[in-house]
């Protein structure tokens, strides 16, 4: 068992913080003390960021967006193309795919992928709300904008399927983006060259 290095405020905190994905106990350790070391200037302005979030952020009800509004200010905005819908595994992949620019589409985030292993099936994914959207009839188009990963591309195959019923357009990313990729880490111009070069499945 490792031994407390400060108070049981402080534990607690570095236990939260690792926790977080990415973040193990000694990076938790390390960022806890940082922002311990610089209260004012780092540790209270967080919390006060944190408790606003808390507060004011929720899931939008259609695409799965984190925002203060719901639906979200992207499904929300009439200059997007509603006939197109890019297909994400996460908010942050959404994110990612706004900050490049190119996507001027509506979204929809499954909530991660199909993963035996982990026994996670379709069920636990966000998939039925999709079909919904797309026999609405307004949807002429579904880009499968998944991870390059084994369990993203199977997951797209598994879409795909579903979809096939359905007359609309189904896309997937270009093969710019490489095997094993996560759309979050990937450059802006990786992100436009796969989406404007996207293949029809």
Not at 41 to 56: F, G
Not at 66 to 74: A, G, K, R
Not at 170 to 180: E, F, N, Q, T, Y
Request: proline share 3%; aromatic share 2%.
């Amino acid at each position: 068992m490792e031994r407390q290095t400060g108070g049981p405020e402080i534990e607690q905190m570095i236990a939260l913080l690792s926790r977080v994905q990415g973040l193990g106990p000694r990076s938790a350790r390390r960022a806890a003390l940082q922002l311990i070391k610089r209260k004012d200037v780092l540790l209270v302005p967080l919390i006060s960021a944190m408790k606003n979030v808390v507060d004011n952020i929720e899931q939008c009800r259609q695409c799965g967006n984190m925002d203060t509004v719901n639906p979200c200010s992207i499904c929300a905005d009439e200059r997007r193309d509603k006939s197109l819908v890019c297909v994400v595994e996460e908010v942050s992949d959404l994110w990612a795919l706004e900050r490049a620019g190119v996507a001027k589409a509506q979204y929809h985030v499954l909530g991660g992928t199909l993963s035996p292993i982990d026994g996670r099936g379709p069920e636990d994914l966000n998939i039925a709300s999709l079909l919904e959207r797309v026999k609405d009839g307004e949807v002429k188009e579904v880009l499968l904008a998944l991870n390059a990963t084994v369990e993203g591309q199977s997951t797209v195959h598994y879409i795909s399927d579903l979809l096939k019923g359905c007359d609309i357009t189904i896309s997937r990313l270009a093969h710019g983006v490489p095997v094993g990729g996560e759309l979050d880490y990937l450059d802006d111009g990786t992100l436009a060259t796969a989406i404007t070069q996207r293949k029809i499945i």
